[in-house]
């Protein structure tokens, strides 16, 4: 049973990292390549903590 959960939190991780990578030119970020990399990776805590990733994520994930 953890095993299938640690897999869905894995693929739900996964899944906003990449959304958020391939819509990382429609935010208002600098656009390098370890900034993107580093907002895409800490994704998460970013979202809960600043309202300003917030609403740049949400612009990335609305194609």
């Known amino acids: 049973m953890k095993a299938i959960i640690i897999l869905a939190l894995l693929g739900?991780?996964?899944y906003g990292a990449w959304k958020?990578?391939?819509g990382f030119e429609r935010?208002?970020?600098s656009r390098s390549l370890p900034n993107r990399i580093r907002l895409?990776?800490?994704w998460p805590a970013?979202?809960?903590m600043n309202p300003s990733?917030?609403?740049n994520f949400n612009r990335a994930l609305k194609g």
């Open 12 to 14: 739900i991780y996964g």
């Open 20 to 22: 958020f990578w391939k």
């Open 27 to 29: 935010t208002n970020f």
């Open 40 to 42: 895409s990776l800490l």
């Open 46 to 48: 970013l979202i809960v």
């Open 53 to 55: 990733y917030r609403k």
